[in-house]
């Protein structure tokens, strides 16, 4: 395919890129009296690389240990390039999300495509083939026209990297605010496949062997692309230079793929790590750390794209595709030749020491030698988290009543977040490796596991901005089981979580509250369903001039499916339609708030943790054996909307009869706890009910499918209509 | 009969079509390197769909300078078998294996999803085991796959029955919201004068299984075994 | 209808993955080639707005500002410009 | 060294695709265009092999050989040859 149009929006650059030092004078201080004198030039770059929020986590490490990151079954927590799970029988799953944001919203092709190369090969420097992608998207509202190119372009850019190098695509979300204008949110997430006797580990050890630079040529792209992306986004500043946007070429992470492979099959490459943010500095000195030895390294001998280039771009150089490996002296060729025969280079740049320390020279001489462990472990900065103020809330609490409810559930339908993505997963490559039993589409993704059959993964990511701008705790909380939900619809039962938390300057006290209120959000939840977390990220600074984003922790989940071979039961004309979980739903937060009425519409509905567990065990089991047609969790839009999509996804009209509530609008449209919609056989309806007795779940009965029109509540659409507000999105992108 | 599918620098289905082959057909398949010049003793050869070289220039257009097209060619000419899959097909008209060119899709973007394809010619190995009017139903995944070749080339085409799939509906009419990328004549893939190279967009590796919604695309595959083995027995 | 012809080009060190496939093609059919960098070029008809030597002034002032806000990314690429009057077919820019 | 610069271009009639998409995203930009049509450009630096004048037709002609079979389509592109002494703006690379 020949390089997608790529649809520039003269987003500005930071002007807070190192000019001057990019440290805090005590920051400097800790660095000289730990050195014992002050650090060169190039030394103070790296620092300053090493020791930014994106490399450095300064400010959300301590928060981020209140995560649940154990688990019987987690081979490898957060810590390493990315978390492993163990699946049985000989294999374990790798999985992890980043984010893209600030290169997405300077360079939405590049700067997306460059996101998707580097979580891969996070992925791989785990040992593992990667199998599957998510990406989770945030913009502006469509009916801007920078936002539509925003999308446009990040779309291009996964798909333009994801279809290349052969790993589909094969879930993700979209939502859009205003709070996301000038900084959209890109977050992607991947799995990866290994033998779990073959995990490899970002370690440089034992003293003697030597380090391997495997990959494409350095050039001067992206030299201070951490620094960056710890920065705010200011329309105000001229475009700096082309070293904040990183470009990838597919094709060579292909090749690097391959051969990375063949690499680690030999048995004889004993450390890896992708050269990603903070370059050959960060990827040589993590080694380094984590296994508490030192490195030397010869900067003369790192493959460059240009020449004269400093040793500072050699080493804060983000050039893409390039790994590092730590094996053997006299296994070095072996693997150099593999990596030559794929077209990459490969050649020795270094060695592993006893010492501790990250040396670095060039012509002959010394340009660094700082404490390794010094440079992977910046100070924590503490902020006191001060709740907001809740006054902008009491304000926004204009709530008219609703007055045509078939109009509304049109209006939610053609909404972002609820419209078919059809014109988005179209564009990815959702099944290549052949592997995708349950395609994008309609709820999470089920891929199958030939290595180990008849099992099976399911993969979906959830987050919702809205909830958390009400309630960080309660929104992540609920983004966690949404996610578990969309597993438990598929029979899967949750194996791991990894995440994106998004968020604004963690300077600003209020800020800070609302991530601290999401981590513990997610933790409670993970807590209460039993599932680590295993990984993710960190993105902060995600403010524009025009204010901050909202608060967006992200969550991406995998879940084990013991057979995929088992195929529901068909739905028919009079198959009933049952709601399983708690009946109650709320506004606050909801998409109906938003459309209604223009605000976050008052409080979130109160989470429940053992119901949602109730609730989602009967619901897998009910799956598992086979007695539901289609299940389908209530999540954006509320009930009507799940009703709604399950009449497309069924292509049949529904008759609806709901319970008697206090407020039309918050039956039809509010968002809640755990619930789900389920298509049930006539015949299976007493399998059902008695699952739900033996769970302890309340069970509706809500309607029964059949017709061509939805009918619920003073709502009639027809099927075609419904199906057109849904198809939105293809006018749009 | 013994397979081969090629592995370019950048090819992503080789693997796919090395299961389908091997693991779903019990098929004896070699793994082919782009840089090997000899396909001598291989009976059918794939090559797989993927961005060889990144696609870059054009889709199909570097690989078809690959040492191994030498071995591929020869193939050709001895009457092995040839299956170009999508970026297989855009490779073998590169190489002018096949006639005509993949153009850009209409709208300009990589379009993943199934279409219904209609067999128009039983004369070529891998459509052999299948009728004439026979619908499949096959994924796509690409972004150059509007299949163009100047009037008269095409004029030929339709006369001497080298065109071997049409993008139809499922009721297996060739109406214009059928054709995904724009292609001539709604043509998804066509073969040579001799009927032994046959190139076309859709992917049968992916819907060779019943797990993977459809098992239209083994009936291809099956086709050429079967009519392979009746040739050895010939022979 | 005016004319404009657009020459986008990388700067200079900026990675050129095309190029370097391009050039590996022609180094398989036998041709010593140093380097391969690629550009785009684009010939966009505009109605005109104005007459004779203003014509190409005011399309190429407009053809600028596309390619700084839409066709180009100025972090990366450069651009050069020439409007002719006429539709498409006619020379390319020096 | 010498460099040969080459556009190619689609032959009339062809359908532009990514010319149409570039118009498309044009027009939503508020800009009028009638039509936009999109072309290669590659720079190819060529070693040396003749002196003067002579380097550049000796390009010039093995440029065009390049450009019959393989970087262009000749089914459906066209192609134009410009040849230069010396190598482009940038470095190449080691
Ligand atoms: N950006 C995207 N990329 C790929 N697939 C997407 C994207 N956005 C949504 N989808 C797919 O579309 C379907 C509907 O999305 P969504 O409404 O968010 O699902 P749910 O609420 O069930 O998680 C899902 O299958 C999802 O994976
Ligand atoms: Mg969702």
């Given at each position: 395919?020949?390089?997608?149009?790529?649809?520039?929006?003269?987003?500005?650059?930071?002007?807070?890129?190192?000019?001057?030092?990019?440290?805090?004078?005590?920051?400097?201080?800790?660095?000289?009296?730990?050195?014992?004198?002050?650090?060169?030039?190039?030394?103070?770059?790296?620092?300053?690389?090493?020791?930014?929020?994106?490399?450095?986590?300064?400010?959300?490490?301590?928060?981020?240990?209140?995560?649940?990151?154990?688990?019987?079954?987690?081979?490898?927590?957060?810590?390493?390039?990315?978390?492993?799970?163990?699946?049985?029988?000989?294999?374990?799953?790798?999985?992890?999300?980043?984010?893209?944001?600030?290169?997405?919203?300077?360079?939405?092709?590049?700067?997306?495509?460059?996101?998707?190369?580097?979580?891969?090969?996070?992925?791989?420097?785990?040992?593992?083939?990667?199998?599957?992608?998510?990406?989770?998207?945030?913009?502006?509202?469509?009916?801007?026209?920078?936002?539509?190119?925003?999308?446009?372009?990040?779309?291009?850019?996964?798909?333009?990297?994801?279809?290349?190098?052969?790993?589909?695509?094969?879930?993700?979300?979209?939502?859009?605010?205003?709070?996301?204008?000038?900084?959209?949110?890109?977050?992607?997430?991947?799995?990866?496949?290994?033998?779990?006797?073959?995990?490899?580990?970002?370690?440089?050890?034992?003293?003697?062997?030597?380090?391997?630079?495997?990959?494409?040529?350095?050039?001067?792209?992206?030299?201070?692309?951490?620094?960056?992306?710890?920065?705010?986004?200011?329309?105000?500043?001229?475009?700096?230079?082309?070293?904040?946007?990183?470009?990838?070429?597919?094709?060579?992470?292909?090749?690097?793929?391959?051969?990375?492979?063949?690499?680690?099959?030999?048995?004889?490459?004993?450390?890896?790590?992708?050269?990603?943010?903070?370059?050959?500095?960060?990827?040589?000195?993590?080694?380094?750390?984590?296994?508490?030895?030192?490195?030397?390294?010869?900067?003369?001998?790192?493959?460059?794209?240009?020449?004269?280039?400093?040793?500072?771009?050699?080493?804060?150089?983000?050039?893409?595709?390039?790994?590092?490996?730590?094996?053997?002296?006299?296994?070095?060729?072996?693997?150099?030749?593999?990596?030559?025969?794929?077209?990459?280079?490969?050649?020795?740049?270094?060695?592993?020491?006893?010492?501790?320390?990250?040396?670095?020279?060039?012509?002959?001489?010394?340009?660094?030698?700082?404490?390794?462990?010094?440079?992977?472990?910046?100070?924590?900065?503490?902020?006191?988290?001060?709740?907001?103020?809740?006054?902008?809330?009491?304000?926004?609490?204009?709530?008219?009543?609703l007055?045509d409810p078939t109009?509304m559930l049109?209006?939610?339908?053609?909404?972002?977040?609820?419209?078919?993505?059809?014109?988005?997963?179209?564009?990815?490559?959702?099944?290549?490796?052949?592997?995708?039993?349950?395609?994008?589409?309609?709820?999470?993704?089920?891929?199958?596991?030939?290595?180990?059959?008849?099992?099976?993964?399911?993969?979906?990511?959830?987050?919702?901005?809205?909830?958390?701008?009400?309630?960080?705790?309660?929104?992540?909380?609920?983004?966690?089981?949404?996610?578990?939900?969309?597993?438990?619809?598929?029979?899967?039962?949750?194996?791991?979580?990894?995440?994106?938390?998004?968020?604004?300057?963690?300077?600003?006290?209020?800020?800070?509250?609302?991530?601290?209120?999401?981590?513990?959000?997610?933790?409670?939840?993970?807590?209460?369903?039993?599932?680590?977390?295993?990984?993710?990220?960190?993105?902060?600074?995600?403010?524009?001039?025009?204010?901050?984003?909202?608060?967006?922790?992200?969550?991406?989940?995998?879940?084990?499916?013991?057979?995929?071979?088992?195929?529901?039961?068909?739905?028919?004309?009079?198959?009933?339609?049952?709601?399983?979980?708690?009946?109650?739903?709320?506004?606050?937060?909801?998409?109906?708030?938003?459309?209604?009425?223009?605000?976050?519409?008052?409080?979130?509905?109160?989470?429940?943790?053992?119901?949602?567990?109730?609730?989602?065990?009967?619901?897998?089991?009910?799956?598992?054996?086979?007695?539901?047609?289609?299940?389908?969790?209530?999540?954006?839009?509320g009930l009507a909307?799940?009703l709604?999509?399950?009449?497309?996804?069924?292509?049949?009209?529904a008759d609806i009869l709901l319970p008697a509530a206090?407020r039309t609008d918050a039956a039809l449209f509010?968002?809640?706890?755990?619930?789900?919609?389920?298509?049930?056989?006539?015949?299976?309806?007493?399998?059902?009910?008695?699952?739900?007795?033996?769970?302890?779940?309340?069970?509706?009965?809500l309607g029964?499918?059949?017709?061509?029109?939805l009918q619920i509540h003073g709502i009639v659409l027809?099927?075609?209509?419904?199906?057109?507000?849904?198809?939105?999105?293809?006018?749009?992108? | 009969?013994?397979?081969?599918?090629?592995?370019?620098?950048?090819?992503?289905?080789?693997?796919?079509?090395?299961?389908?082959?091997?693991?779903?057909?019990?098929?004896?398949?070699?793994?082919?390197?782009?840089?090997?010049?000899?396909?001598?003793?291989?009976?059918?050869?794939?090559?797989?769909?993927?961005?060889?070289?990144?696609?870059?220039?054009?889709?199909?257009?570097?690989?078809?300078?690959?040492?191994?097209?030498?071995?591929?060619?020869?193939?050709?000419?001895?009457?092995?078998?040839?299956?170009?899959?999508?970026?297989?097909?855009?490779?073998?008209?590169?190489?002018?294996?096949?006639?005509?060119?993949?153009?850009?899709?209409?709208?300009?973007?990589?379009?993943?999803?199934?279409?219904?394809?209609?067999?128009?010619?039983?004369?070529?190995?891998?459509?052999?085991?299948?009728?004439?009017?026979?619908?499949?139903?096959?994924?796509?995944?690409?972004?150059?796959?509007?299949?163009?070749?100047?009037?008269?080339?095409?004029?030929?085409?339709?006369?001497?029955?080298?065109?071997?799939?049409?993008?139809?509906?499922?009721?297996?009419?060739?109406?214009?919201?059928?054709?995904?990328?724009?292609?001539?004549?709604?043509?998804?893939?066509?073969?040579?004068?001799?009927?032994?190279?046959?190139?076309?967009?859709?992917?049968?590796?992916?819907?060779?299984?019943?797990?993977?919604?459809?098992?239209?695309?083994?009936?291809?595959?099956?086709?050429?075994?079967?009519?392979?083995?009746?040739?050895?027995?010939?022979? | 209808?005016?004319?404009?012809?657009?020459?986008?080009?990388?700067?200079?060190?900026?990675?050129?993955?095309?190029?370097?496939?391009?050039?590996?093609?022609?180094?398989?059919?036998?041709?010593?080639?140093?380097?391969?960098?690629?550009?785009?070029?684009?010939?966009?008809?505009?109605?005109?707005?104005?007459?004779?030597?203003?014509?190409?002034?005011?399309?190429?002032?407009?053809?600028?500002?596309?390619?700084?806000?839409?066709?180009?990314?100025?972090?990366?690429?450069?651009?050069?410009?020439?409007?002719?009057?006429?539709?498409?077919?006619?020379?390319?820019?020096?």
């Amino acid at each position: 395919m020949t390089a997608p149009v790529r649809l520039h929006d003269g987003v500005r650059l930071s002007d807070a890129l190192p000019a001057e030092v990019n440290l805090t004078a005590e920051e400097y201080r800790a660095i000289c009296a730990s050195l014992g004198r002050a650090p060169n030039e190039v030394e103070r770059h790296c620092f300053e690389v090493m020791w930014s929020e994106h490399c450095a986590y300064k400010h959300s490490r301590e928060i981020l240990r209140r995560l649940p990151t154990a688990g019987a079954r987690v081979l490898q927590g957060p810590g390493e390039n990315a978390g492993v799970v163990d699946l049985g029988e000989g294999w374990a799953v790798v999985w992890k999300m980043e984010s893209h944001n600030h290169p997405s919203a300077v360079d939405p092709y590049h700067g997306a495509a460059t996101g998707v190369g580097g979580i891969i090969r996070d992925v791989l420097a785990m040992g593992a083939r990667p199998i599957a992608l998510l990406d989770s998207l945030r913009f502006g509202p469509l009916d801007d026209v920078r936002a539509r190119r925003l999308l446009h372009g990040v779309v291009g850019g996964i798909a333009g990297y994801g279809n290349s190098i052969g790993i589909p695509t094969v879930g993700g979300e979209v939502a859009v605010d205003p709070a996301y204008r000038e900084n959209p949110l890109v977050n992607v997430a991947c799995l990866g496949l290994v033998r779990s006797d073959r995990i490899a580990r970002g370690r440089a050890d034992p003293p003697g062997a030597v380090l391997l630079y495997a990959g494409a040529r350095t050039g001067r792209d992206g030299i201070g692309g951490a620094a960056f992306a710890s920065d705010a986004l200011d329309a105000e500043t001229e475009p700096s230079d082309r070293a904040a946007v990183q470009i990838g070429d597919p094709f060579a992470g292909k090749c690097l793929v391959e051969a990375t492979l063949e690499a680690l099959g030999t048995g004889h490459v004993l450390g890896l790590q992708d050269m990603g943010a903070g370059g050959l500095t960060c990827a040589a000195a993590e080694m380094a750390a984590r296994s508490g030895r030192g490195v030397v390294i010869n900067l003369d001998r790192v493959p460059c794209r240009e020449s004269g280039m400093t040793s500072r771009e050699i080493l804060l150089s983000e050039s893409q595709e390039r790994m590092l490996l730590v094996a053997a002296a006299e296994h070095v060729e072996v693997l150099a030749s593999i990596f030559r025969r794929w077209g990459l280079v490969a050649d020795v740049v270094g060695r592993v020491t006893e010492d501790g320390r990250f040396q670095v020279q060039a012509g002959g001489a010394s340009v660094a030698d700082l404490p390794a462990a010094l440079l992977t472990h910046a100070p924590s900065r503490r902020v006191v988290p001060v709740p907001p103020s809740t006054d902008g809330v009491e304000a926004s609490r204009a709530r008219p009543p609703l007055r045509d409810p078939t109009r509304m559930l049109l209006r939610l339908l053609a909404t972002p977040e609820v419209c078919g993505k059809q014109p988005i997963f179209e564009q990815y490559d959702h099944m290549v490796q052949v592997r995708t039993v349950v395609r994008p589409g309609f709820g999470a993704a089920v891929l199958r596991l030939p290595e180990s059959p008849p099992r099976g993964l399911a993969l979906t990511v959830d987050g919702n901005g809205r909830w958390c701008a009400v309630d960080p705790y309660g929104g992540a909380a609920a983004s966690v089981l949404e996610a578990a939900a969309n597993l438990a619809c598929v029979g899967a039962e949750p194996l791991a979580v990894t995440d994106c938390l998004n968020f604004a300057s963690p300077e600003v006290p209020e800020v800070f509250w609302t991530f601290v209120r999401a981590v513990d959000g997610i933790a409670a939840a993970c807590r209460a369903l039993d599932v680590p977390v295993v990984g993710g990220n960190v993105s902060f600074y995600n403010e524009g001039p025009g204010g901050s984003i909202l608060p967006t922790p992200v969550v991406a989940m995998v879940g084990l499916i013991p057979d995929v071979r088992g195929a529901p039961p068909p739905a028919a004309e009079g198959d009933g339609l049952i709601l399983l979980g708690a009946p109650e739903a709320a506004l606050g937060g909801s998409l109906y708030a938003r459309e209604a009425w223009g605000n976050h519409g008052g409080a979130l509905f109160a989470v429940d943790f053992p119901a949602a567990a109730r609730t989602l065990a009967c619901v897998r089991e009910a799956v598992r054996r086979g007695v539901i047609a289609l299940a389908h969790d209530v999540s954006d839009g509320g009930l009507a909307v799940a009703l709604a999509e399950c009449c497309l996804a069924l292509g049949s009209g529904a008759d609806i009869l709901l319970p008697a509530a206090e407020r039309t609008d918050a039956a039809l449209f509010g968002e809640g706890g755990t619930r789900i919609v389920c298509a049930v056989p006539r015949a299976r309806l007493p399998d059902v009910r008695a699952l739900a007795l033996e769970h302890d779940v309340p069970l509706a009965v809500l309607g029964t499918l059949g017709g061509r029109l939805l009918q619920i509540h003073g709502i009639v659409l027809g099927l075609d209509q419904i199906r057109r507000a849904w198809m939105r999105l293809g006018s749009v992108i | 009969m013994i397979w081969g599918v090629v592995t370019f620098p950048g090819s992503n289905c080789d693997r796919d079509c090395v299961h389908v082959l091997r693991d779903v057909l019990a098929q004896d398949v070699r793994e082919v390197w782009h840089e090997h010049r000899s396909l001598a003793g291989l009976d059918a050869v794939v090559l797989p769909g993927g961005f060889s070289y990144g696609d870059y220039l054009r889709a199909g257009a570097i690989a078809a300078t690959a040492p191994v097209m030498v071995g591929v060619r020869e193939a050709a000419h001895r009457g092995a078998v040839i299956l170009g899959i999508c970026n297989g097909f855009q490779i073998l008209t590169e190489a002018g294996l096949l006639p005509g060119t993949l153009l850009p899709n209409r709208h300009f973007r990589f379009i993943c999803r199934d279409v219904w394809v209609r067999v128009e010619t039983t004369r070529t190995p891998f459509t052999r085991g299948l009728r004439v009017g026979d619908l499949l139903r096959m994924p796509i995944a690409h972004a150059e796959g509007r299949y163009m070749v100047p009037a008269e080339v095409r004029a030929q085409l339709e006369h001497q029955a080298q065109v071997v799939f049409r993008y139809v509906d499922a009721r297996g009419r060739a109406v214009p919201s059928a054709n995904p990328n724009g292609a001539v004549r709604a043509i998804a893939g066509v073969c040579n004068a001799q009927g032994n190279v046959v190139g076309l967009m859709p992917h049968p590796e992916r819907c060779a299984e019943s797990l993977m919604g459809s098992t239209d695309g083994r009936r291809l595959f099956e086709s050429v075994a079967a009519s392979v083995l009746t040739a050895m027995a010939g022979v | 209808m005016a004319t404009v012809k657009v020459l986008i080009t990388l700067k200079p060190g900026v990675l050129d993955a095309p190029g370097q496939a391009i050039r590996q093609g022609l180094r398989a059919l036998g041709y010593e080639v140093e380097e391969v960098r690629v550009g785009k070029y684009l010939e966009i008809v505009v109605p005109e707005r104005a007459a004779g030597e203003a014509v190409a002034n005011a399309a190429s002032a407009e053809a600028d500002e596309m390619c700084a806000r839409f066709l180009a990314n100025p972090l990366i690429e450069t651009w050069q410009i020439a409007a002719l009057p006429g539709g498409v077919g006619s020379e390319p820019p020096a």
